[in-house]
């Protein structure tokens, strides 16, 4: 009904290859794009920089995450160890007064340049042992910067991150760094659809789905590999960077340890693999639902009368996002994305359900 | 050099090993049986400590009475954790349940100290920090204790696969396929391979709630079991118990060198490393089997 296909006529190979053929998808971009950027008169400042603003850049975090393991197929539980190399590197050069702009690339950059040294492991081995690895460098990296001070200002302790500025202009608004969160989030997505419908998107899927036979069928499996590592790693870096100087405002090793891995990697998973709009409902429920768990139990608790110690209702969230995490993988295990896909689906045809049948 | 030294941190770094073993045995009985990392055996290792103490130190029961019944326990959960959550996932991408057994672990965990909280406890079982010489060389009573069992779990596990249940989950290790063709029930192997593993939890459970009291800090043996199972061989546990006793030595003494060298804390870059090594240069370990993979 809402996705109306008629009217839809392909005149051009341009408009064959659109990225969105049916209207209605594009109509809802174009309106979410718009109330996004209206956020900030929408929305009060304390929601937006503490829901919107981390929301936007998990979501950036969680489609370079998808890129490495929703379309090329490798595990990778270091993400978070990646984000920390982006991150201080970005700070540390912006401390040595070098302008953010060209910061955030060099944070990108060394990103991608050390995610590729995760690469080297997957070049070696795949699935398992590949995580296993991954997980591995994330323990060396959290040692390293627990153990650098020059690095990271010494164990226990925090960087802090100059006040942000582009182009000259420093950011402190509210409005302002909400908006460089969103920018760089709208550039991540648009970078994400594109790539699926490039050369280099379907050599990764044919990586994905078994890369033996891609590299039989001339797709270079060992090169895919490591652009697929150094991309999704630059997109963390980046991403990592943005969320030190728009919202946590200095950066620390507990910001990036390994349950930061697994939490990025729950949003990939809870969102849909290979689903974009999927990354961003898997940001948003693990993002929310420690909130919404807590408000819940108390208020159950309330309503019968119970006294809970407050070391219960402090890990009652991580239990709730436990569950959460397994329900997910028993009842659909492709996703939000995927229980996106499927309302989409039916409402394409709504009246006439009966054409599918 | 110290010659003493050395052989301390040694003969203490395989008795320390073969705890960890107690660990990757649990690991490896999953993995062998239905080709599952288990990344969830640390909340379950948990969980079995604090099961113990819910029965020896709130309802004040003997230790004797307590583990076993734990024990009990804890099989059913695997048993219940096998049933409901991993048996849907067969066949899916092994991102999926790795993700799987992380959610189980961080369930594990947080209900555990929802409902337990959490403050480190003392296991309580009574064996006495007092010295013990052996020569020149100082050993820990508690890492002896543990060594121990690990030793009595691998000789009960190594007796177990010659029964007529263990060869069915060698059957089932061997090959899915073919075991369901001649009529044994694959489910239910692999259940019986999670429970024992849950029964494994306890004991790991015990011994290191024991050495380092029971908290959060129990879950994160995973890194130093997966360490011990991969550098074994995932599915041997004859690997097992050997890369324990090896790790156990490299860590100790590498650490106890490294330390003087980087200001301590470098145990954890230790084991990291020999995992990537491991991965690197022998991604079946020691003794595991090297699958052959078809296109």
Redesign the interface.
């Given at each position: 009904m809402f996705y109306r296909q008629s009217g839809v006529r392909h005149n051009s190979y341009s408009s064959d290859r659109d990225l969105f053929p049916i209207p209605a998808d594009r109509y809802a971009l174009w309106f979410f794009l718009a109330l996004g950027i209206a956020a900030p008169w929408l929305i009060d400042g304390l929601y937006l920089n503490s829901y919107m603003l981390p929301w936007l850049l998990w979501t950036a975090a969680a489609l370079g995450l998808n890129l490495l393991?929703g379309w090329a197929?490798q595990?990778h539980l270091g993400y978070a160890a990646v984000m920390a190399v982006g991150a201080y590197s970005t700070v540390h050069a912006v401390r040595f007064g070098i302008p953010w702009e060209f910061a955030l690339l060099i944070g990108g950059l060394s990103s991608s340049v050390i995610g590729s040294l995760f690469a080297v492991?997957a070049l070696?081995?795949k699935?398992?042992?590949l995580?296993?690895?991954t997980?591995?460098?994330q323990?060396?990296m959290d040692?390293v910067l627990?153990?650098s001070p020059a690095i990271s200002g010494g164990s226990h302790a925090s960087l802090q991150s100059p006040t942000f500025a582009l182009l000259g202009q420093d950011i402190t608004s509210d409005a302002g760094l909400y908006y460089v969160a969103l920018g760089w989030c709208v550039l991540v997505t648009i970078f994400l659809l594109n790539m699926r419908r490039t050369g280099l998107g379907r050599a990764l899927v044919a990586v994905r789905e078994?890369d033996?036979?891609a590299a039989?069928l001339g797709v270079n499996s060992f090169y895919y590999k490591i652009i697929a590592f150094a991309t999704s790693s630059f997109i963390a870096g980046v991403t990592g960077a943005i969320l030190v100087a728009t919202f946590y405002f200095l950066a620390s090793p507990e910001q990036f340890s390994v349950n930061v891995s697994?939490q990025v990697?729950?949003m990939v998973?809870v969102g849909g693999?290979a689903s974009i709009i999927g990354s961003y409902f898997g940001a948003a429920l693990i993002l929310l639902m420690p909130g919404i768990v807590n408000g819940l139990f108390a208020g159950f608790a309330d309503m019968v009368g119970l006294q809970f110690?407050p070391?219960?209702l402090a890990?009652?969230?991580?239990?709730?996002?436990?569950?959460?995490?397994?329900i997910f993988?028993?009842v659909e295990?492709m996703g939000l994305g995927k229980i996106y896909g499927n309302i989409r689906d039916y409402l394409l045809v709504w009246p006439f359900d009966q054409m599918k049948k | 050099m110290d010659w003493v030294f050395l052989a301390e941190l040694t003969v203490n770094g395989a008795i320390t090993g073969l705890s960890y073993s107690l660990f990757a045995i649990g690991l490896v009985l999953i993995y062998k049986s239905s080709s599952v990392?288990n990344l969830a055996q640390g909340g379950l290792t948990m969980l079995g400590a604090y099961v113990v103490l819910a029965f020896s130190y709130e309802l004040g029961w003997p230790l004797w009475v307590a583990i076993p019944l734990a024990a009990v326990i804890m099989f059913f959960v695997g048993l219940g954790i096998e049933r409901?959550?991993l048996r849907?996932?067969a066949g899916?991408?092994?991102?999926?349940i790795?993700?799987?057994t992380?959610?189980?672990?961080?369930?594990?965990?947080?209900?555990t100290?929802?409902?337990w909280?959490?403050a480190p406890r003392p296991m309580g079982l009574g064996v006495s920090y007092d010295p013990f010489f052996v020569g020149p060389l100082l050993l820990s009573r508690i890492h002896i204790v543990g060594a121990l069992v690990a030793i009595a779990l691998f000789v009960a596990f190594m007796l177990f696969f010659r029964s007529r249940q263990g060869i069915r989950l060698r059957a089932i290790s061997d090959d899915y396929m073919a075991s369901w063709s001649v009529g044994i029930s694959v489910e239910r192997g692999v259940g019986l391979s999670w429970a024992l593993a849950s029964v494994v939890a306890v004991a790991t459970g015990v011994i290191w709630g024991e050495i380092q009291g029971v908290d959060q800090t129990l879950s994160l043996l995973l890194?130093k079991g997966?360490?011990v199972a991969?550098l074994g061989g995932l599915d041997s546990i004859v690997g097992a118990i050997v890369a324990g006793i090896l790790l156990g030595i490299v860590e100790n003494v590498g650490s106890g060198y490294l330390d003087q060298m980087?200001?301590g804390?470098?145990r954890?870059?230790v084991?990291?490393?020999v995992?990537?090594l491991t991965?690197?240069l022998r991604?079946h370990g020691l003794f595991g089997r090297h699958d052959i993979?078809r296109?």
């Open positions: 393991t197929g595990m492991a070696r081995v699935g398992l042992y995580a296993i690895t997980l591995a460098m323990f060396v040692w627990n153990h078994k033996f036979a039989i697994i990697l729950a998973i693999l110690g070391e219960t890990h009652i969230p991580n239990a709730a996002y436990g569950a959460l995490i397994v993988l028993m295990p | 990392p409901v959550a849907r996932l899916r991408p092994i991102v999926m790795l993700m799987m992380l959610g189980i672990d961080i369930f594990l965990r947080g209900t100290l929802a409902i909280g959490g890194l997966l360490t991969v980087v200001g804390g470098s954890d870059l084991v990291a490393a995992l990537i991965v690197m991604p993979e296109i």
